[in-house]
């Protein structure tokens, strides 16, 4: 009975080490350094096109994105007028990924 309550209570502690929320943060500017307020960042699981967790920034550009999931991850952002970032694959981990300048797209909107 003993190790079927330790057992119980191993199994607990690794399902809640796995479920810990990891916190992204970064910032989003233009070529002058400008922060984007409202810009789309979303968090897409390697080798996906889905995104599974998103926000948008702040009028200072920053973002959080909080998720629990282990695994290997890429950040996607898009904003209008601007070529969308990718980032490299990483492994879920408390990271700052510092900021990110977004590059306009060179395209005018037809009216």
């Given at each position: 009975?003993?190790?079927?309550?330790?057992?119980?209570?191993?199994?607990?502690?690794?399902?809640?080490?796995?479920?810990?929320?990891?916190?992204?943060?970064?910032k989003v500017?233009?070529?002058?350094?400008?922060?984007?307020?409202?810009?789309?960042?979303?968090?897409?699981?390697?080798?996906?096109?889905?995104?599974?967790?998103?926000?948008?920034?702040?009028?200072?550009?920053?973002?959080?994105?909080?998720?629990?999931q282990l695994?290997?991850?890429?950040?996607?952002?898009?904003?209008?007028?601007?070529?969308?970032?990718?980032?490299?694959?990483?492994?879920?981990?408390?990271?700052?990924?510092?900021?990110?300048?977004?590059?306009?797209?060179?395209?005018?909107?037809?009216?």
């Amino acid at each position: 009975m003993l190790c079927l309550f330790l057992g119980c209570c191993v199994y607990s502690l690794t399902t809640t080490a796995q479920t810990k929320e990891v916190l992204l943060q970064g910032k989003v500017t233009d070529e002058k350094n400008q922060p984007l307020e409202f810009v789309t960042v979303f968090l897409v699981k390697d080798g996906s096109k889905e995104s599974v967790k998103g926000t948008v920034t702040n009028a200072k550009g920053e973002f959080s994105l909080s998720y629990s999931q282990l695994g290997t991850y890429r950040i996607g952002i898009t904003y209008l007028g601007f070529q969308p970032y990718h980032s490299d694959p990483f492994l879920l981990e408390p990271i700052n990924l510092g900021t990110i300048i977004l590059k306009p797209s060179g395209q005018a909107l037809k009216g």
